[in-house]
């Protein structure tokens, strides 16, 4: 998955983007504002598919309003891997939605979750006991839980940044 790179800078409040930029030219672009006019302005990733990074171009009015959603023809229907700038993707489960964090491809998932580890471990932890509970609201309330912090936790890996396994071992309660 790749995001937009590309920035549209619009008058605050206003609906129309004055400009697009690239994230370089955005500061530079600011640096230059005389600094009490830098208030005056705010700026959103321009739409780009979430799973290969092209430009999108929508209609007025027909842009998703969430980020997630943002696909090119080609990837409609696709899902990205969770981690940034991985190209794999996979369909969208025909039952749920378009999502950027639902999947981490077999490379990722080998690498930021390897087998045996107490990440693995504890993700195995939630299916056996949805095999015999059954995956009840309070469940799969956990499960996204530790998902989501999985995910943030190999996003901040791959950037290099510190891992957030303390807040794994919080939720899990080891
Ligand atoms: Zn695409
Ligand atoms: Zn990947």
Known sequence: ???????????????RFISVLQWESLTTWLEDLPEDQRDEYEWDLAPACRCCGEELIY???????????????RHKGRNPCAIDDCTKTHAAPTSGELADH??????????????????????????????????????????WRFWEALVRSAR??????????????????W
């Open 59 to 73: 209609a007025e009015g027909e842009r998703p309003s969430s980020r997630q959603h943002w696909r090119c023809e």
């Open 1 to 15: 998955m790749m995001l937009g790179t590309r920035w549209e800078v619009r008058r605050r409040g206003e609906e």
């Open 102 to 143: 639902d999947w981490m491809c077999p490379v990722h998932w080998r690498r930021y979750v390897p087998p045996h580890s107490a990440r693995r471990r504890a993700y195995h932890a939630f299916w056996r006991k949805a095999q015999k509970e059954g995956w009840h609201p309070d469940l799969r309330r956990r499960f």
């Open 156 to 173: 901040a890996k791959h950037s290099a940044g510190g891992v957030d396994m303390a807040e794994i071992n919080r939720i899990m309660g």
